[in-house]
Structures are given as C-alpha cells and as structure tokens.
C-alpha cells in the first residue's frame, strides 16, 4: 500500500525549504567557485574534491555535474543571473574533461553532461556546451557493446573485470542519448539507449520485483550471466539507491520512448520500494535491512525514488498514489532530513549513505542527495518546468 502523509506539507512549507536550499546554494558559489565540492560532506560540510596528483576541487569523478545541475535549478527557480553566470562558468571545464578524455572512461557521461551542458545548450543556446555534450555523448557510445545490446558501466572495454558490466544506475544516462540523437539528428544514439534500456528491463529484476544493482553480460555472445552487487550489502540484496534509480530512470525513458514496458518496470521497482518503507519514510541504505533496529537510512535514495514517483505521476497522465507517496517522502524529507538552523552544514540534505561497503561517505550529505532533493522542490513549485532529463 503506498504512504499517505498525515502532516501534507502545504506550499508555504515547500516555498521555505526551497528558499533555504537556494540559499544555501547562493553561499556554496562563494565557497566554491569553479571548483567541485566532494561527493559528499565530511562532517557534514563538503569541502573541495581531493585528488591525488591533481589540483583541489578539480572536475574527475562521477558527481561533479550535479553541482551546476543545482545552480541551474536555482536559476530556474529565481531568474537570478548569479545563478546563471555561475553555472555557465563550468562548462569550460567540461569541454576541457571531454575533450582531454579525462577520468571519461564510466557510463556516468550522462550524468556528468546532462546537467552541465546539455541544460546551458538547451536552455542559452551555448554552442560550447553543445559540442562538449555531443562529445560526451560519442565517448558513451563507444561504451556500446552491439552483440550485448548494452551501455559497459565502469573501465576500459577490454579490462576482464568490467568487460559486459552494466549496473542499474545507468538508466540515468541514457537521456543524454537520446538527446544527441534530437540534437545531431543521427538516430544512433537513441537506438543505442533503447536496446540498452530494453535488455535492463528484461535483466535486471529478480521474480519479487527487486533489482540486481549490477549484470553481467557476455559481451562476445551477447548472453545474459549473472548479477552481483557493488554497493549492497549481498548480491541477492537489493540496494536502496538503485532501486531508486530504476524508478526514476525507468520512467524517464518511457517518457523518451513511449515503450510501456518501461512505465511498467518503473512501477515494479516503485512498488518494491514501497514494500520496503515504515512510517518514516526514508529508506534503509539496503532494502533487505528494512525493519532491521539500527541500521542506517539513505536520504540520497529517497529523494531520488519521490523524484521517479512524481515523473511516473507525470508521465502516465496521473498517478495519484505515486504523487501521494512521493509527498510523503518529501514531507519528511523537509522535516527531518535537512539541516537545522543551529547546525554547521553546507548540505541541502544529510544522513546519505554513498558506499557502506566501502566505508565511504556514511551518514553524511550527497551531492546527488542534494540534487535531486533540489530538483523535487523545484518541481512541487514549478509544476509544468520542462525536465533536465
């Protein structure tokens, strides 16, 4: 059964949290400039990317996107020009990335340039943000295995270890795809983005509805293997945070395609999710540990699964137990999961979980957390706003 809010958080409840967040963006520009901030806080407060050999706060890893993702929502959100200067001031960087080929070698090429160049290009006309998300979108391409009919998620493509490896996280890039497509008129890209969409709907779930974070494919023979995990606590788990990304980015791409498969998968994850969520609403970092005392929950993961309920609510025409669900998470959210007025954090969201296995970035603020929780206020206040994705 899908959560209802007892407390429906009202618009002049979601106009303060969005105007906290934007400001807390605004004093994160001084913080940070053109530099990136980590991937998450330490503390609660994210300092400059490090990276050993490079710079401080320099444009590698997979999040940095998300930064100017979040100014452009500002922008969106206030017409204000400091919003705007700000953001276009990292496409540079951006081209720079894609064009020296560095740290491109990931499926996140999606993530990276969508929010960074493919919104600036779109939205301004920036013919150099243009080129540099075509580009991106042609390093992704070469990350197309034809007889697998899949996007290789992480390494070089003849690395063993990572050779016919998909995970579902890439359901967020292929709107970069097929945006190339749209913008080149070259239908390649999207072709590429639906076989790769079609084999993840068709691979990824176990019988219950949950997902495999991460599959194998033989990438000479095209056979489907196995799955596994790389953040969830077992690879018959099922990982919070990708199971997010497959409600989100499976109704993205039913959105792109007009494949009801894909709004159906995007239901089947939903629905899983919810299986697995208590009165509080945001869920544990793994959704095996549900109902486990202890364990710790994944703020990132429920901000991402109420921004797939609110696009299935959109793109299926209405969905009012998916929206109803999606408020829900965002009224908590809102109440309990941002920071407090005496608090020293430049987070817009805290209590995140990046990587438990790893021991990396726990209870802390995600950028990605951030982002997407951005996006969501941005949405409830600006209803009809075309997407980013």
């Not at 990982?239 to 007009?258: D, E, K, P």
């Not at 990396?360 to 950028?367: A, Q």
Request: glycine share 8%; aromatic share 10%.
């Amino acid at each position: 059964m899908p959560l209802t809010s007892q407390a429906r958080a009202d618009a002049t409840d979601i106009d303060a949290a969005l105007a906290a967040a934007i400001r807390t963006v605004r004093a994160n520009i001084a913080a940070f400039g053109t530099a990136y901030p980590d991937d998450t806080t330490t503390d609660d407060r994210y300092r400059p990317r490090q990276r050993e050999g490079l710079p401080e706060g320099s444009n590698v890893g997979w999040t940095t996107g998300f930064w100017p993702g979040m100014l452009w929502l500002a922008y969106e959100h206030t017409d204000d020009e400091q919003f705007a200067t700000a953001a276009s001031a990292h496409v540079q960087s951006f081209r720079e990335r894609v064009e020296g080929r560095i740290d491109t070698e990931t499926h996140d090429l999606g993530f990276l340039y969508q929010l960074s160049c493919v919104v600036p290009s779109d939205r301004l006309g920036d013919a150099l943000a243009r080129r540099a998300a075509l580009d991106a979108a042609d390093a992704l391409m070469e990350r197309y295995i034809p007889a697998a009919g899949i996007i290789q998620a992480w390494g070089a493509l003849d690395d063993p270890t990572q050779r016919g490896r998909t995970i579902i996280d890439s359901l967020m890039n292929t709107p970069l795809l097929h945006w190339a497509s749209r913008e080149s008129g070259d239908p390649a890209y999207a072709a590429a983005a639906l076989t790769h969409v079609q084999q993840l709907s068709e691979n990824i779930f176990r019988p219950d509805g949950s997902t495999f974070h991460t599959f194998y494919w033989d990438a000479d023979s095209g056979r489907p293997m196995r799955g596994a995990t790389e953040q969830g606590s077992a690879d018959d788990s099922c990982w919070a945070r990708g199971q997010a990304w497959g409600i989100y980015g499976f109704a993205i791409n039913y959105r792109l395609t007009g494949r009801s498969e894909f709004l159906d998968a995007a239901r089947t994850c939903a629905a899983y999710f919810e299986s697995r969520l208590d009165e509080r609403r945001v869920p544990p970092w793994d959704l095996a540990e549900a109902g486990q005392p202890g364990t710790l929950r994944d703020s990132s993961a429920a901000a991402i699964a109420a921004a797939g309920l609110m696009e299935i609510d959109a793109a299926s025409g209405g969905d009012p137990a998916a929206r109803a669900t999606a408020l829900a998470i965002m009224d908590t959210l809102v109440a309990h999961y941002t920071p407090g007025p005496d608090d020293d954090s430049n987070a817009l969201l805290v209590h995140g979980v990046y990587d438990m296995p790893k021991d990396v970035g726990i209870d802390e603020g995600t950028l990605w957390g951030d982002y997407f929780y951005l996006e969501n206020l941005v949405r409830l206040s600006h209803p009809d706003r075309p997407s980013f994705w």
